[in-house]
């Protein structure tokens, strides 16, 4: 028998890419492809892009680049560029580097075997009407005990700074049948902790039914320990899925919920639709029902016309909340938003800012965990660690924890008492049953 074609894949970006990779994979390894861990062997290189900050898109350019060498070495070496870069740049990334021979928009993927298999240039960034999720192989191998799950794509919520909905389209939610049978699927392979994805994933409406419908319908999937969801806007937070928070026991103590801007001035310039107050309102009724919930969120600092009061107010609404994770990021202007019309503010202003908020997210991160030091929490073993007797897991809060553990077993869910903090993960012991 032939050997098999190696594939390589380097993803940028978010989950839902991280997702999709997995899923380009899948389809591809029907035509017989196997994963590979390095470009250099491969028979065929795929590119997972992402659009989001200008420095992410660049990120594609400089790759390309470098895999000039092995175009030439090798002529017959497939590369492909996928993701959000391939969508908004259709055919332009071919004229830019030559040695491309295949640009998918992440709505079109499924026809990767097929374009793979073509002896000419392909481009396909159209959004079909057939739903690639209908047309996918069956989900196959999983990595580990923990996995991402597509629910919702798109976005129609247009903030001012935002390509998704250009990249990515118009809001669509999976049929909830598919969504559960891909989940049962995921747990006969030894999956307990699932993430739901969208851009807008609390907006789920699929076949009519709710985000926290879905949720209390894959809850009652034997096996199936912990549910998360991601990204979520705060006006979706709608009182049944805040509700399912309080009593839905497999729903996790985790919520990332983007605010961007603590300054009313700046998220009505970005079109946020809502206000730093009722965030705030919205935090106290989601720590009603569940008070150990741990809060994480995006920021972006040097918005245009971000005044210090602006960022002040910003630091403000941090110290009120105090975050257990966050991602911040120094505004970048996308072209064709409506935001990149508007004069940016001096860079070395926002680099400032941006490490000023960065520390208070620290802080608040690490008193956090050091919180956590003395309580018993649920872990979930992911993988063995290096030292000898080692595992590795995530705890119901998502925090990474160590546990000296000869005999514990990837997959397996125990109880750990928590015994020390360091920078970003936790130490603790097994409490024996
Ligand atoms: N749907 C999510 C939401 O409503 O927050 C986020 C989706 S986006 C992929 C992830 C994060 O990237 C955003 O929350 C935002 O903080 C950041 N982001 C998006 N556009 C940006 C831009 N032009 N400059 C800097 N950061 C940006
Ligand atoms: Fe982008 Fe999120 Fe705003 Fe949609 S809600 S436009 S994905 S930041």
């Keep these: 028998m032939a050997d098999p074609k190696k594939l390589f894949i380097k993803t940028y970006g978010c989950q839902m890419n991280v997702y999709d990779s997995e899923r380009m994979a899948e389809a591809m390894g029907a035509d017989g492809y196997v ?37 030439a070495a090798r ?16 055919a332009e990334i071919m004229r830019r580097s030559p040695i491309v021979d295949l640009v998918v928009g992440p709505q079109s993927y499924h026809r990767l075997p097929e374009m793979a298999r073509a002896g000419t240039p392909q481009v396909d ?12 192989p069956e989900r196959k191998a999983t990595r580990g005990p923990m996995a991402f799950l597509t629910v919702q794509e798109g976005c129609d919520k247009f903030c001012a700074f935002c390509v998704v909905p250009y990249t990515r389209g118009a809001e669509v939610s999976r049929d909830p049948q598919r969504i559960l049978t891909e989940a049962r699927g995921l747990v006969e392979k030894g999956v307990r902790d699932l993430t739901l994805l ?43 899925l805040i509700a399912a928070h309080g009593d839905e026991p497999k729903l996790m103590p985790y919520l990332h919920l983007p605010v961007q801007s603590g300054s009313d001035r700046i998220l009505k310039a970005m079109n946020r639709k809502h206000t730093a107050e009722s965030y705030l309102r919205l935090i106290e009724r989601i720590r009603a029902v569940r008070p150990d919930i741990l809060l994480s969120s995006d ?43 508007k004069p940016e503010i001096d860079g070395d202003v926002a680099d400032a800012r941006l490490q000023i908020l960065q520390a208070l997210i620290t802080e ?49 869910m125990v109880r750990v008492r928590i015994l020390a903090s360091s920078s970003n993960s936790l130490a603790g012991a097994r409490i024996s049953e």
Excluded at 75 to 90: L, T
């Design 364 to 412: 608040q991160q690490r008193g956090l965990q050091q919180a956590m030091v003395g309580r018993e929490v649920g872990v979930l073993y992911e993988k063995a660690g290096r030292e000898a007797g080692q595992m590795i897991g995530k705890s119901d809060h998502l925090h990474a924890v160590f546990v000296n553990d000869p005999h514990g077993r990837v997959g397996e």
């Design 75 to 90: 002529p017959d070496v497939k590369i492909g560029v996928a993701g959000c870069v391939a969508q908004a740049e259709g």
């Design 125 to 136: 960034t159209d959004f079909p009407l057939e739903d690639k999720f209908d047309l996918l």
């Design 299 to 341: 920021f972006i600092v040097g918005f245009p016309g971000e005044t210090d009061q602006d960022f002040e107010d910003t630091l403000s609404l941090i110290r009120a909340v105090n975050y257990g994770a966050a991602y911040s990021f120094k505004y970048s202007a996308r072209p064709g938003t409506p935001a990149a019309e």
């Design 198 to 240: 969208g851009q807008n994933v609390n907006a789920y409406h699929g076949d009519g039914w709710t985000l926290s419908k879905l949720i209390r319908e894959l809850a009652k999937v034997d096996g199936l320990e912990r549910i998360r969801y991601t990204t979520s806007h705060p006006n979706d937070m709608e009182d049944d």
């Design 35 to 71: 994963l590979s861990d390095s470009a250099e062997d491969a028979d065929m290189v795929l590119l997972n892009t992402c659009h989001i900050r200008e420095k992410a898109g660049e990120k594609l350019y400089s790759d390309l680049g470098r895999l000039k060498k092995l175009k």
